[in-house]
Structure formats: structure tokens, C-alpha cells
């Protein structure tokens, strides 16, 4: 298959070679965007020339090249939070020019999720369907107990959910939690929650942005369905020590970060913990003794973060990254009865980012990954171990070309090796009388290549096109497939742009969770004959308009997937240590479509965006290996399907000082299965009759709506020392106290003389009330 891909690069360097006049007329402009100050570099600002309609964006480095027209040309250069600077430049040679931009003081209540300077940049880009934010603008945003988290306010964006309060998962566009591809650096990882679900693990003083694609993927990305989630970390301060952090209700963090002793690169450590632990141990500490007491379970969570680079050279510099964090869940009863719970992720990247020439740069990186978890459990003289694991190394190239100003060309590789652990068992008697365990393991090779143009026609219509070639073995099974990516905009009017895009994509590995458990049991399992690759189609379009003189952006977005098998379990399916896990599946196809309007404001003292989505999300499962497949075969909605979706954001600088701000979410209630009546049966004359609930079709009934409305209130104080700065950032969560729904039982209603049951009442359980809390940061 990829003689294929080697016709296809053939034929676009055929298609897109200028001719010779054209080369010596054009001069190739190149060089870096950083942070004046501390010399940081700035991963997607834009160098434009706004007469020309051309422009490019920074990669991790800061880096950026141009092809531009010989003679006097005037360059804007911007980025989210920092003065805009423009610099008229007359080109006469292929020449090297830097930027340095400040940081905008007044920008601090702006929320801007676009890394583009401008809204028209914004409007005149071919991408569509994608997101990006920075940890900057989260930390403006109210928070549960005052910790930022960036999946949550990448939540408050049309077309993405979550599983509700307490539960873990990000859905995309009506994809499953497992079709979601999380990059930190390009090392994947595998479960990006803490706390079942109510945080995700990344620490947002060592974020620089996050980019979330969830519609038109470029090419480079492969291996799922539904999204892409690629987050960035902070390469540190290459001017001066600085320490900055957080003390929180709950955790509290710290970050170092510096220049390395020759002043050619930077490092960065960062952590985060949370302290449950010490409350509860006390708790359970003062009442230790006490008769029917009963332990407060022990838990906390932890990230570290590491970065540093170092430049080699003019044309080579090197990164690297570290993560690791854990959760830790703990219970040990007055009765003998011990239980432990952990898990956690472990990511390691090196990156070599190389510049041939002022027009062909290369990133290198190999990268190490490994997620696990493991459940302890001790009843008196009787033990068992369960854990699971898969661990990963990587390693891919990727090619940036500016072959012209029409031409911006990206190609390369990535090879993966895929070890899973999908059931290790360890059980016994603390004597040893006797023992017994299991271990099953795979491994799987992944790999993909890819070639993409992302080519101006005219000054009205740009078109990005690609193809990745993508494969998979495990043992002597073999999968692959072509994957097309195109993407197209044109200019209606300088204010309103049409956009399309389309994607095919393949997944190769799988997440086998059992829903019923009320702890992240995963396990990720291979693709094998009898469990092929799950695939899924995309196609979107939308229309966006330029407002009130660039001050606002409104678009309008229609998507379209459809999937092929897609996977869920039969009843009664037997998830851990099982060697036969292939016939636990069952295999069906999946729907999705909707519409997703978006408003959005970034400049004045009141910024924001409003955004609605339209949607819907459909499951079938036919009948197969013996049972009746889902809900008898018929299509049905997932739980995490919502028909309305509304989120409104407003950031309001009141002064130089003060920002308040507050968010509101609104969504359909979750889909569920409740017992539409009961039978009452007997087993033998005389004995207690007992209540047989009777079940619809699946997910028939809702869920109360879910509703939120989350204050805060940022106020910079003085600075600790010259050129330091501090807060204090106040959030009221829920702030009118909805009760929203987390699960509905259903309890007896018993005649108190006879305790005869009469009816059923069906009740309902919420986790968070109003919950206020204060955070205090600091950096000096």
C-alpha cells in the first residue's frame, strides 16, 4: 500500500512545481516569534502580510517561514495576549527576521480559543471544526473547587460533552470516550482524568495551549475516530528564575522554571496534589474506635511536569518532556476488609527539531508511554492483585515545506509498538496454602505515513488536501487503509467565508470498560481477526460572517459522521483476565449529525461567546455470535447523546484590577433505562412474592435537563516583588444550587402497619451543590 502514497507525493510535486520565473521572482522570509522578556517561544502566532492575503503561523518553536514577492512589504505579527507589531520590511534576499511581542496587560479579561491574532484570521484559515486555548484564558474561567481545568472549558464549546458530573469521558461529535486521541508533545495518553473524571491531568501552569480538532483532522494525525486533543507543554523561562503557583481548597502547585547555566535553553518542572487524604485521615483519626463508625476512604491525586530544550545550534534544538501522575484510592475497615485503588500515566518524549534550509524544516520525536491501574484486595486471610496495562513506544518525523506562497507542503511518519497487558491476576492465602494467577498480553505495530499541500488557488478559495496510509499488526493479523483528509474555504465577501471538510479515519486500538463498575476499570485491547478496526467518515460545512467591524465572529457549522464497527459488550460479558475477550464483543454501526452556532466576542472590556448545538447520536447493534445483539437489534441513543446543547461565557474587565466572570451550561437530560412496570412472582405458596421490574427499549426516558451557572472573580493584587504578580481568583460553582441529576432509583413505598410494599417511588441522587471556594496564585 505505500507505493501508493509515493505516486501520490510524486504526482503533487508534479502538480505544484512553480515555474521559473515564478521561483526567482518570490524570496523565502523565515525566523522566530518569542515573548519579550523571558525569550519564550510562541507556538501558533501569525506573521501575515494583510495586502497580500498571506500569512503563517509558528510551530513549537516559534518558528515560521514565508515565500513572499521580492520588494517593500508591511508584516503583521500578533498572538492571544500580547501587543500586536507590525514592521515594514524590504526584501531583496532570502532574509531572517525574529519578533519579540509584549505581553497586552489589558488583555487580561479577554478569552480568546482561536490561536489566530484576529477573528479574520480566523475567518479567512480552511480550518474549521477546530478549538484552541491557552492555560492563561482557562485560569480567568470559574472552576469546581477552584482548580482550572482546560477539558472542562474546552466542554463549554458547541459539539462537545461530557458523561455528566462524576463520571469520566469526552464525547466528540457523538463518538465514544475511547475515539479521542490525547497528545501531550506527541507522547499519547491513554486516560486524561483524575478523580473519576471530575479533572483532567493537565496541570495548567505547565500547559502552554491546547489544540482540539474535532472535525476536518489534518493528515499527520491518526489512530481515532472522533478527535484530537493536542496539548503543548511550557518549555520554561530561558531569561530568569521565576517560581510561580497556586494554594486551593483542595491542592495546591508549584512551578520552577529558568535558564540552563550557558543560556542556550530553558527547563521547567512543574507539580500539582491534592490533600483529601490529610482531612480525611484526621477525621478517621478522632473517631477511631467509636462503635459503627465507619472509615472515610483515602484518596488523593498528583502531577509532575518536566521540560527543558536546549538549542544545539543555529539549525537544531532539542526538547524534552516528562509526566507522571497517579490516583490513589485507599479503604482499610475496622473489619479486616483492605482495599487499594491506583492508576495512573507515565509519558516521556524527546523531539529533535532540525532546519535545513529557509524553507524545509523537520520535528523528530520518540516518545514513551504507559498507562495502568491495579486494584488490592484483602478479606481476612484471602488476597487478590488485578491490574492492566498498555505501554507504548513511538517514534515519527514530520516535514514542514514552504514550497511557494501558493504551497505550504507537510509529510512523514510514525511507527508505534503497542504492548498491551489486558488481565493480570494475582490471588491467594497470605500463609500460601495456595495460589493461583493469569497474565495475558499482546502486542501490536502501528504505523502511518502521510503527505498534505495546503494550497491558496486564489485570493477567494484555499484548499488543504492530504492522504495517510495507516496499518496495524497484531501477531500474523493484519489491517490497513487509505485515509483522505481535504478541507476548502472561499471568500464570499472579505466578511463571509464557506468552509467544507471531510475525513476518513481508522482506530486500531480499543477500550474495554465495564459500565457498570463505578471505578475507571480499563482495558485497552488490540485489533485482531475477529475484532477489526473501527472506522468513521466525516463530512462538514459552514459559513462564517464578520460582524460589527470585526468585533465579531459568528459561524455556523453542519457535520455528518457515520461509523463502522463499533464496538460494545454483550450482557453479562466477562472483562478481566478472560483469554477468550474476543467473544465478549459485539459489533455494530453508529450515527451522528448535528448543527453548532457560534458567537464570538474578543475585543472591548466585555468579551465572551455564545455557542448552541443541535444534535443527534444513534447505536445499532444487530443480532450476533448467539445473542440479540442491543435492545433486540433496533437503533437507540447512547447515554451520552444530547438533543440541545447551550453555553454562554462572559469575561467583564471592571478595572485594571478586577475581572469577573461566569459561564452557563444547558443540555438535554442523559439518556437512561427505567422499568416501565413490575410484575409481582411468586416462586413457592407461601414465600415472599417478589417485584420483577419490566424494561422498555433502551435509553427510552431523560434525565432531568442539566443546568449551571458558575461565577468568579479574579482580583490582582500587588506584586510580591518588582515584576511578580499575584491573585486572588474567587469561583461559585452551581452558584443557584441546581440539583442536577447524577442517577434515579427507585425505593419502596411500604403500609408502615403490614411493611407490605404498595408502590415504587422513583428518587433521585445529585453530587454537588453550591460550592464556593477562593485560590490564591502567585509568580515572582
Request: charged content about 20%; aromatic content about 14%; glycine content about 10%.
Amino acid at each position: 500500500m505505500p507505493y501508493r502514497l509515493l505516486f501520490f507525493l510524486l504526482g503533487l510535486f508534479l502538480l505544484v512545481q512553480p515555474d521559473h520565473a515564478l521561483a526567482q521572482a518570490r524570496l523565502t522570509l523565515s525566523g522566530y516569534v518569542r515573548a519579550a522578556g523571558t525569550n519564550e517561544a510562541l507556538p501558533g502566532a501569525t506573521v501575515a502580510v494583510p495586502a497580500l492575503a498571506l500569512g503563517a503561523t509558528t510551530d513549537d518553536s516559534g518558528f515560521y517561514t514565508l515565500t513572499l514577492p521580492a520588494g517593500p512589504q508591511e508584516l503583521a505579527v500578533s498572538f492571544i495576549g500580547y501587543q500586536s507589531l507590525t514592521k515594514s520590511v524590504t526584501l531583496t534576499r532570502n532574509q531572517r527576521l525574529s519578533f519579540s511581542l509584549l505581553e497586552d496587560s489589558n488583555t487580561l479579561g479577554e478569552v480568546v480559543i482561536e490561536g489566530s491574532g484576529t477573528l479574520r484570521e480566523k475567518l479567512q484559515t480552511t480550518q474549521m471544526s477546530v478549538e484552541r486555548l491557552t492555560s492563561r484564558e482557562a485560569k480567568l474561567l470559574p472552576a469546581l473547587f477552584g482548580e482550572v481545568d482546560l477539558l472542562k472549558t474546552l466542554q463549554l464549546k458547541p459539539g462537545m460533552q461530557n458523561g455528566g458530573e462524576g463520571t469520566s469521558g469526552l464525547f466528540v461529535r457523538g463518538g465514544s470516550a475511547d475515539q479521542n486521541l490525547f497528545l501531550v508533545d506527541d507522547a499519547v495518553v491513554y486516560n486524561p482524568s483524575h478523580l473519576f473524571g471530575l479533572f483532567s491531568v493537565f496541570n495548567p501552569d505547565a500547559v502552554q495551549s491546547v489544540d482540539l480538532y474535532k472535525g476536518g483532522f489534518p493528515a499527520q494525525y491518526g489512530g481515532r475516530l472522533s478527535s484530537v486533543v493536542d496539548v503543548k507543554m511550557r518549555p520554561g523561562n530561558p531569561e530568569k528564575f521565576t517560581t510561580s503557583g497556586g494554594l486551593g481548597l483542595i491542592s495546591s502547585r508549584l512551578t520552577l522554571e529558568g535558564p540552563l547555566p550557558n543560556r542556550k535553553g530553558s527547563w521547567l518542572v512543574s507539580g500539582r496534589r491534592t490533600y483529601f487524604d490529610v482531612f480525611t485521615r484526621q477525621v478517621n483519626k478522632l473517631n477511631e474506635g467509636k462503635e459503627d463508625w465507619n472509615p472515610i476512604p483515602d484518596y488523593y491525586f498528583y502531577d509532575l511536569n518536566t521540560k527543558g530544550n536546549y538549542t544545539l545550534g543555529a539549525k537544531d534544538n532539542i526538547f524534552l518532556t516528562g509526566y507522571l501522575g497517579h490516583d490513589v484510592f485507599g479503604f482499610n475497615s475496622t473489619n479486616g476488609f483492605n482495599f487499594d485503588f491506583s492508576w495512573g500515566n507515565a509519558v516521556a518524549s524527546a523531539r529533535w527539531n532540525h532546519v535545513f534550509n529557509k524553507r524545509l524544516y523537520a520535528n523528530t520525536t520518540a516518545a514513551f508511554t504507559r498507562y495502568d491501574y491495579r486494584i488490592s484486595n484483602a478479606l481476612d486471610q484471602f488476597s487478590f492483585d488485578l491490574s492492566s496495562q498498555i505501554r507504548d513506544f513511538s517514534l515519527r518525523t514530520d516535514f514542514d515545506y514552504a514550497l511557494n506562497d501558493r504551497h505550504a507542503v507537510k509529510f512523514g511518519a510514525a511507527f508505534t509498538d503497542h504492548h498491551f497487558g489486558t488481565g493480570r491476576l494475582k490471588a491467594g492465602a497470605e500463609d500460601n496454602s495456595f495460589n493461583f494467577g493469569s497474565d495475558i498480553n499482546y502486542r501490536g505495530q502501528e504505523a502511518g505515513l502521510y503527505a498534505s499541500d495546503n494550497f491558496r488557488a486564489s485570493d477567494k478559495l484555499q484548499l488543504e488536501y492530504g492522504l495517510r496510509v495507516s496499518g496495524f499488526q497484531s501477531g500474523s493479523d493484519q489491517f490497513g487503509g487509505l485515509e483522505p483528509r481535504a478541507a476548502a474555504r472561499y471568500s464570499l465577501t472579505p466578511n463571509i467565508s464557506l468552509k467544507a471538510n471531510y475525513a476518513l479515519m481508522y482506530q486500531y486500538v480499543h477500550l474495554v470498560s465495564n459500565s457498570g463498575a463505578s471505578l475507571p476499570t480499563d482495558i485497552w485491547y488490540p485489533s485482531r481477526l475477529s475484532v477489526k478496526p473501527q472506522r468513521s467518515q466525516q463530512v462538514a460545512t459552514g459559513v462564517s460572517f464578520l460582524l460589527g467591524d470585526g468585533a465579531y465572529l459568528l459561524t455556523n457549522e453542519l457535520y455528518y459522521k457515520w461509523a463502522q464497527r463499533q464496538i460494545d459488550f454483550k450482557d453479562g460479558a466477562q472483562l478481566f483476565v478472560n483469554p477468550d475477550l474476543d467473544s465478549e464483543f459485539l459489533f455494530g454501526r453508529g450515527w451522528a449529525y448535528g448543527n453548532e452556532l457560534y458567537l464570538e466576542k474578543k475585543t472591548g472590556r466585555t468579551t465572551g461567546w455564545v455557542g448552541y448545538t443541535l444534535a443527534w447520536t444513534k447505536r445499532r447493534f444487530p443480532p450476533q455470535n448467539g445473542t440479540t445483539g442491543i435492545n433486540n437489534g433496533n437503533t437507540f441513543y447512547p447515554n451520552y447523546d444530547r438533543r440541545h446543547n447551550l453555553t454562554v461565557v462572559v469575561l467583564h474587565q471592571l478595572s485594571h484590577r478586577i475581572n469577573l466572570t461566569g459561564s452557563f451550561v444547558f443540555t438535554s437530560g442523559q439518556a437512561t433505562t427505567l422499568p416501565l412496570a413490575r410484575f409481582v412472582f411468586q416462586d413457592v405458596q407461601g414465600s415472599n412474592p417478589s417485584a420483577v421490574p419490566i424494561y422498555p427499549q433502551r435509553n427510552t426516558y431523560r434525565l432531568a435537563p442539566y443546568n449551571r451557572l458558575d461565577l468568579g472573580l479574579v482580583y490582582k493584587l500587588r506584586p510580591i516583588r518588582e515584576g511578580g504578580e499575584s491573585d486572588l481568583t474567587f469561583s461559585i460553582y452551581n452558584a443557584y444550587n441546581r440539583r442536577n441529576p447524577y442517577f434515579v432509583y427507585f425505593d419502596q413505598v411500604k403500609d408502615k402497619e403490614t411493611t407490605r410494599v404498595l408502590s415504587y417511588r422513583a428518587r433521585q441522587v445529585s453530587l454537588f451543590p453550591v460550592i464556593p471556594s477562593v485560590t490564591y496564585n502567585f509568580k515572582f
